[in-house]
């Protein structure tokens, strides 16, 4: 079975081609039969193949399957080649699961939009290039996939590009994620500099031959790795465009800009944990930057009204967890967390677009209200989602979350105040998460007379994803139980191979710290829930209770309020001192130096060969024999010289 | 006896004598039938040195440039009369579009 | 003086003869006449040189055909050599052009004379050669085998000419020359009409 890995990223190429070539040529139907069926045959596959992948021996769980040669140029050598090992396994399985899923609600959602087809065709492509991305079995072909998928991006964010919003956001995502890229490029040519291949497997065996522990090299590396990290993970300081994309489809923000592409930055970092684990300096900056963006964006989603937008800088705080939880060294508790959030945060973007269609498209929560009782599906779903990020027990985000806090609190990389500020932010999260829930589903009905009357559950392939998702956010924790509770963890052990050396650390230093701590463990975790359970009382108090004690406080911090609301004024940061300089400087660059400089030249060179020309054509008689004659002359000039010789 | 050479030196005088009809011909059709005729001393310079070296591979070649000289010819011919039904006229200094 | 070498001085002679007065004639027709019979000449050299079959395709392809086509051209154009040539200015004088002309030829035999070929034996009817030298089945072995390809590329050649002398004459103002009758014209419109009423 693991022959045909390769067929698990074709079968979405497949749909991609078909749905692309017949634009507008097929019915309804059998655009949604390809498209989802498609991402259906990947994830069949890819269950498939986990489960071979299980049978086998622990230490061997690696199938690489080299398709052909792509770019043979000296020593430089590039294989189109597919890695199945227990990380990309699991991230397969994630990709192509909750895709199928969100593939399956778009088709009731996108129902009556008139680019039809085209969605599909974009959710295929996309679907393509993420599993590409994570099956590549080296950076270059990774950075196709990561490429693809951040085109996909911005076709998708952009997809109702008859509004001017929609496409300025589409390239406000295309334009930050080139920063991002560019160091991803730079970093790739530091890897092949130094160990001479660009294939994972062998940088990760080389790696720690090659650099010198916590050396200068290696550092500049990670670094720049990390940079086309932040850039497609949405992590300060390049997270602006994620709650822009918002503008995209619904659906589309819970596959692409919540469950799977955003964590693509995740995953590789994860994917050269060999590297980043050989230079804490890398580590310390990738731990702190997660912790500074989850903390800051958290805050940022506490003032918005937006149901989306709250929901997008939930997005950028959970990925700040798992770079946090990266930074810190324990990458299998990222990639844990990774696969939770992507359960839960799909099925919170769903929800959330089950009740923006239900509302005719209204997304400010402030028109929102009383929803409860019009949409009991999708509420449930949405509430136990909700329960899930909030990191309440037994759901799958509490124990994922709380991996994290544990491993930010003890790793060897790890300090206190990290686990403080992802402590206090595990509170925001939960506040702001229910802060959402109150104000949609419960209180007053807000919204005008004319919405009341249209609301309405949605279809049942919208609600059917809902409640496997939601199936998936109660349950998908219980993979990773840590070993506190008695039981191995099952999802660090399955991800060990591919860990090898960071796991290794890890665990010495658990056991090293022995069962000391495990008091500690106990009191943490003990901790957190009381904090998420005093926030969702104050959630409930502001915003459900007593709404006008949310109204006073907010004038009394108004200020605060402002900035909350104005997302820091971070946009306009942007715009004043990036912007406008390279605005300016490219109104000089074409003004001055291309209008008068380069013009200048190169008018001044033809207007000179004008002038010979205009000399030189009486030359051109026109006539053939003149023409004849002067070659005739000039053969006869050859042969004399050859003649003379 | 007849050496390679006095062949040779006809094929250059017949040579010779169609760069002259090209060089001096007015009319069109003149001009090219002395192109005909340069293909064809060379096509004797061929036919001279295969004998003389005694392969045939010359004669192959003879064959070929026959072939293109009738293409040539099937080309040319269809030019002269399109640009006969558009200036009335077969002289060639008549077709100087082309100059400055 | 042997009758090779009579044979080769009578047909050198004819064959330069032919082609001066090709050139040096007003009436294309006439032009022709002389051209063909420069021809017929040099296919006597071919004779003697032993190419017998491409002796025969010179006069039936070159004379027969080629040449054919130029009388038909010029018969159908109308041309009698009473046209008006004119005779306007030339940038480059007759004379320099013929004696630049004769100095290419005399710079071509000293290239000749200045041993750019070695073998001086005499070659003619009289010297012996294969049995099959330039036959039929010699030259059309070669050609069929290790010219093969050449062969096949000469037959395109010739389809592309044919295609573009087609094209270039036409007469585009008369429209499609190349449709007979009127028949599909007139019910072209008919099938447009009925495949509009159906939508």
Not at chain 1, 37 to 45: D, G, I, K, P
Not at chain 1, 230 to 259: C, F, N
Not at chain 1, 595 to 614: C, P, Q, T
Request: with cysteine; net charge neutral.
């Amino acid at each position: 079975m693991s022959d045909y890995l390769f067929l698990i990223p074709l079968f979405p190429l497949i749909g991609f081609i078909t749905n692309g070539l017949l634009i507008g040529r097929l019915p309804k139907p059998v655009i949604s039969f390809v498209g989802c069926s498609t991402v259906f045959l990947s994830f069949a596959l890819s269950v498939m193949v986990f489960f071979e992948l299980k049978a086998m021996p622990a230490g061997l769980r690696v199938i690489e399957q080299v398709l052909f040669t792509w770019i043979p140029s000296g020593s430089f050598h590039v294989n189109i080649g597919l890695l199945l090992d227990p990380l990309s396994a699991v991230m397969i399985l994630v990709v192509s699961g909750v895709g199928f899923l969100i593939h399956v609600y778009s088709v009731g959602y996108m129902h009556n939009d008139p680019g039809y087809g085209r969605y599909f065709t974009y959710l295929n492509l996309f679907t393509f290039a993420m599993l590409t991305l994570v099956l590549a079995d080296n950076f270059l072909l990774m950075f196709v996939g990561w490429e693809g998928v951040g085109l996909c991006s911005y076709l998708l964010i952009g997809f109702w590009f008859e509004k001017k919003s929609a496409s300025d956001a589409g390239k406000k995502a295309f334009i930050v994620n080139r920063i991002g890229d560019f160091g991803f490029l730079l970093g790739m040519f530091l890897v092949f500099w130094t160990v001479g291949s660009l294939d994972f497997l062998t940088v990760s065996e080389k790696a720690p031959e090659v650099f010198t522990y916590g050396g200068a090299l290696i550092t500049t590396t990670c670094i720049l790795l990390f940079v086309g990290a932040v850039g497609k993970s949405a992590q300060i300081p390049l997270y602006v465009w994620l709650p822009d994309a918002m503008e995209g489809p619904t659906p589309v923000s819970a596959l692409i800009h919540a469950a799977t592409m955003v964590t693509a930055g995740v995953y590789m970092v994860a994917r050269t944990n060999a590297l980043f684990i050989l230079t804490p300096d890398a580590l310390l900056v990738v731990a702190i930057i997660g912790v500074v963006t989850a903390f800051f964006a958290a805050t940022i989603g506490l003032a918005q009204n937006d149901i989306k937008r709250v929901l997008a800088y939930s997005t950028v705080s959970q990925l700040g967890y798992m770079f946090l939880a990266c930074g810190v060294a324990s990458f299998a508790a990222g990639i844990f967390h990774l696969m939770t959030h992507a359960f839960f945060k799909a099925l919170l973007f769903l929800g959330a677009g089950s009740v923006i269609h239900a509302m005719s498209d209204e997304q400010d929560m402030r028109n929102m209200g009383g929803l409860k009782k019009y949409l009991p599906i999708t509420f449930s779903t949405m509430f136990i989602a909700t329960l899930a990020i909030a990191g309440i027990p037994p759901l799958s985000g509490f124990f994922s979350k709380d991996e994290i806090l544990w491993k930010s609190f003890s790793s060897d990389f790890g300090h206190p105040l990290f686990w403080i500020l992802g402590f206090v932010t595990a509170g925001l999260t939960a506040f702001y998460m229910f802060r959402l829930v109150f104000m949609t589903f419960y209180g007053k009905e807000r919204m005008d007379d004319k919405t009341r009357t249209h609301i309405h559950e949605s279809p049942k392939t919208m609600t059917i994803p809902l409640i496997i998702l939601a199936v998936f956010s109660v349950i998908g924790g219980f993979v990773g139980i840590p070993h506190i509770f008695g039981v191995t963890n099952q999802f660090e052990h399955w991800l060990e191979p591919v860990m090898a050396t960071s796991a290794g650390a890890a665990e010495s230093h658990v056991l090293a710290a022995g069962g000391g701590d495990t008091g500690m463990e106990w009191t943490l975790m003990l901790l957190s829930v009381v904090l998420v359970a005093v926030s969702i009382y104050f959630a409930h108090l502001l915003y459900k209770k007593r709404t006008e004690l949310a109204t006073s406080l907010r004038e009394r911090f108004s200020g605060l309020h402002r900035t909350l609301l104005n997302k820091y004024y971070v946009d306009e940061f942007y715009g004043a001192v990036v912007v406008r300089p390279v605005v300016y400087l490219s109104l000089f660059l074409w003004k001055v130096f291309d209008v008068v400089v380069i013009d200048g030249f190169l008018n001044g060179l033809a207007s000179r060969y004008h002038e010979v020309s205009e000399f030189l054509r009486f030359g051109q008689t026109g006539r053939v024999r003149t023409y004849a004659t002067v070659f005739i002359f000039g053969v006869v000039l050859v042969v004399a010289y050859m003649l003379m010789d | 006896m007849i050496t390679l050479s006095a062949y040779v030196i006809v094929a250059i005088v017949l040579f010779g004598i169609g760069t002259i009809g090209v060089l001096i011909s007015r009319n069109l059709i003149i001009l090219f039938m002395s192109v005909e005729l340069m293909l064809n001393a060379a096509n004797l310079t061929l036919i001279a040195f295969s004998r003389a070296m005694n392969v045939l591979d010359g004669h192959v070649f003879v064959f070929l440039v026959l072939t293109i000289a009738a293409a040539e010819a099937a080309v040319g011919l269809a030019m002269v009369i399109t640009l006969f039904r558009n200036r009335e006229t077969i002289n060639i200094d008549r077709y100087d579009l082309l100059k400055w | 003086m042997n009758l090779d070498t009579l044979i080769f001085i009578i047909s050198a002679v004819v064959a330069v003869f032919g082609g001066t007065m090709m050139i040096a004639q007003r009436n294309p027709v006439l032009s022709v006449m002389y051209l063909i019979l420069s021809l017929v000449a040099q296919a006597v050299l071919y004779v003697q040189l032993g190419a017998l079959f491409l002796g025969a395709i010179l006069i039936i392809v070159y004379s027969g055909a080629i040449l054919v086509l130029f009388l038909f051209v010029i018969m159908l154009l109308n041309l009698r050599g009473t046209e008006d040539l004119g005779h306007g200015s030339q940038p480059i004088s007759r004379f320099t052009k013929f004696v630049l002309s004769i100095l290419f030829v005399f710079e071509l035999i000293a290239v000749v004379k200045t041993g750019f070929i070695r073998s001086e034996s005499p070659i003619g009817m009289m010297t012996t050669v294969a049995e099959d030298f330039g036959s039929v089945k010699a030259v059309a072995t070669l050609l069929f085998t290790k010219y093969v390809y050449p062969f096949e590329l000469a037959g395109i050649l010739l389809l592309a000419a044919i295609v573009g002398a087609v094209v270039m004459t036409r007469d585009s103002q008369r429209g499609d020359s190349l449709r007979i009758g009127s028949a599909p014209d007139s019910q072209a419109p008919d099938i447009e009409q009925e495949t509009g009423g159906e939508q």
